[in-house]
């Protein structure tokens, strides 16, 4: 891509492609991780959480439309990084704010995630293991979990 200019004939290089493929399949695979670690949480943790869905879900349909998340989302943020209260972020308030990190990035939390793959215990995560989580959460095809597993395995040894 050129801005301005003319568009090269020159195909995109396999390394390039391949990179992005590895970004998109890793994507899937750490939102895979990351709905374990949520399915995993004590009510006590989401507690918060359970409340703010519901005060998005205004039409109290059990989904939050696009339109409500964005709502929601804006009241949250004024609420969250407005230290002052003048009604707008500043640049020091929106830093403040976004270098939090979520309690999902907790140790215990990934831990949890990463028992929950290594069924057998063996402090190792197999392609039997991982292909058998990605199925049973119905995220991705067969293929797509062959390219999952192919993408994480890279010394060919059958464990993460």
Known sequence: ?????????????????????????????????????????????????????????????????????RKGLAQIWIKIADVDGNGSIDYIEFISATMHRHRLERDEQIYTAFQYFDQDSSGYITKDELETAMTEHGLIDEATIKEIIHEVDKDNVSCF
């Open 1 to 69: 891509m050129k801005n301005g200019g003319e568009v090269s004939d020159k195909p995109i290089d396999s390394a390039v492609l391949s990179r992005m493929k590895q970004l998109r399949l890793m994507n899937k695979l750490k939102k895979l991780v990351l709905q374990v670690m949520a399915e995993n949480l004590a009510d006590e943790e989401i507690n918060g959480l359970k409340a703010m869905f519901a005060n998005m879900d205004t039409d109290k349909s059990g989904t939050i439309t696009y339109e409500e998340l």
